[in-house]
């Protein structure tokens, strides 16, 4: 898909990503390797050095970047820049609400990211379910929407032996893949449990056609591929979603413990800046197709109907 900051625009951008980290400090270690990832891999810039470009400051960024698709690509990109400032300080969430004020923006992840600091994770987690659940039937595969197969709150054995029985499919299928992914990952299948609901069948249909696997930074890479992808308000809320949970550490529900700094492992950068690039690579954004319809399609048509290159830095 095209990309939201025009060529004239990605250093102003960078350097305003760069402003936006520093306290005093210069932005953290991983503030700075996940900025030179967005550089990278979203601005498509490899030409610049993160480290010798001088920051904007709040009132120079809101001159030189006016449009409102650059605009919230920049809220979006320092969203995720303070989150991975651990822990997320005062001074951090003052320095991006600085910039948030002069060009005028707005969203969940600046709402999120200030009840972390100023009400703790459990306040947090509760809007994230509010705004998640407004986006619900967006990511959903479509054709259980209409027969209520997005029950939440109970199993349904119909749906569950339905997806099964795509183990009959040919290899090669992205029904048959569907399948392996969860066999190989050890994941239950939607309806067999409510911890495990329908919705998970459109996401984790996407992370077989993106060539994603269920890890940490895979989610990461999934969340920035597909906000590369499409710029949709459902796919960056699912995106803060994994960022609470596998980067800003504050996505603490029953029986799970949210992870920090996932982006500092090894490898995780480059995986993460390749998502950004492949995303843009896509000629269409097939998380809402309909998935069980095109279940006896080859995997590999699937992925070349929508221009989905190999995943060359896999962690």
Not at 166 to 194: H, I, Q, S, W
Request: charged share 25%.
């Amino acid at each position: 898909m095209p990309r939201t900051v025009p060529d004239e625009l990605t250093e102003p951008v960078a350097r305003t990503l760069k402003g936006a980290i520093d306290t005093g400090d210069g932005g953290t270690d991983e503030q700075r390797a996940v900025l030179r990832a967005i550089t990278v891999g979203f601005l498509g810039r490899r030409d610049l050095d993160v480290d010798a470009l001088e920051p904007l400051e709040p009132d120079a960024a809101a001159e030189l970047v006016t449009d409102p698709a650059p605009r919230r690509r920049v809220r979006e990109m320092m969203v995720l820049l303070e989150n991975t400032r651990h822990p997320i300080t005062d001074e951090q969430v003052a320095r991006v609400e600085a910039y948030v004020t002069a060009m005028g923006e707005s969203g969940p992840g600046l709402v999120l990211s200030r009840q972390v600091v100023e009400q703790g994770a459990t306040h947090a987690l509760a809007d994230y379910q509010r705004f998640s659940d407004a986006i619900y039937v967006d990511i959903a595969e479509p054709s259980l929407v209409p027969g209520g197969g997005l029950d939440k709150d109970h199993p349904d054995p119909e749906l569950a032996a339905r997806l099964k029985g795509m183990r009959d499919l040919p290899d090669g299928t992205l029904g048959r893949a569907y399948v392996a992914f969860y066999e190989r990952n050890n994941l239950t299948f939607p309806g067999d449990d409510p911890n495990s609901p329908a919705i998970f069948v459109a996401h984790d249909m996407t992370h077989v056609i993106a060539g994603y696997e269920p890890t940490g930074p895979g989610e990461l890479a999934l969340g920035a591929f597909q906000i590369s992808m499409s710029d949709t308000d459902a796919h960056w809320i699912a995106f803060i979603g994994s960022i609470a949970i596998h980067e800003g550490g504050w996505y603490n529900a029953p029986g799970f413990v949210g992870k920090t700094a996932t982006l500092a492992r090894p490898g995780a950068l480059d995986t993460f800046a390749e998502a950004f690039e492949r995303g843009q690579q896509c000629t269409g954004d097939f998380t809402a197709i309909d998935h069980l319809g095109m279940a006896d399609r080859p995997l590999a048509d699937v992925r070349a109907e929508f221009n989905v290159v190999p995943v060359v830095h896999d962690r």
